[in-house]
Nanobody, 117 residues
Framework: QVQLWESGGGLVQPGGSLRLSCASS????????MGWYRQAPGKQRELVAF???????NYADSVKGRFTISRDNAKNTVYLQMNSLKPEDTAVYYC???????????WGQGTQVTVSS
């Protein structure tokens, strides 16, 4: 069983920045693909970004050039640096861990990001 703890959400003005963190209890963290998802009120949960064990990255078109996902395997932590934030980025952001071999999947509780003037 893997537990995930998100932090770093909050209220920010348009054009501002936030950095989200997700700490994991995974015994072999380096074997997981780590991802960030978000869900806005009344909308489906969507993939924002993921990073594989080989540090291959992928981003949703809506955040390309503004968000950066990274990982620190020594700290069992994945990050999401969010720059040039827009009101449309407002959502609950969830951390996800996917074991690349057995495909077991885990979710954090989420952290609220609100972009507003």
């Amino acid at each position: 069983q893997v537990q995930l703890w998100e932090s770093g959400g909050g209220l920010v003005q348009p054009g501002g920045s936030l950095r989200l963190s997700c700490a994991s209890s995974a015994r072999l963290f380096s074997l997981y693909t780590m991802g960030w998802y978000r869900q806005a009120p009344g909308k489906q949960r969507e993939l924002v970004a993921f990073i594989t064990s080989g540090k291959r990255r992928n981003y949703a078109d809506s955040v390309k050039g503004r968000f950066t996902i990274s990982r620190d395997n020594a700290k069992n932590t994945v990050y999401l640096q969010m720059n040039s934030l827009k009101p449309e980025d407002t959502a609950v952001y969830y951390c996800n861990a996917l074991h690349e071999l057995d495909l077991h999947n885990y979710w954090g509780q989420g952290t609220q990001v609100t972009v507003s003037s």
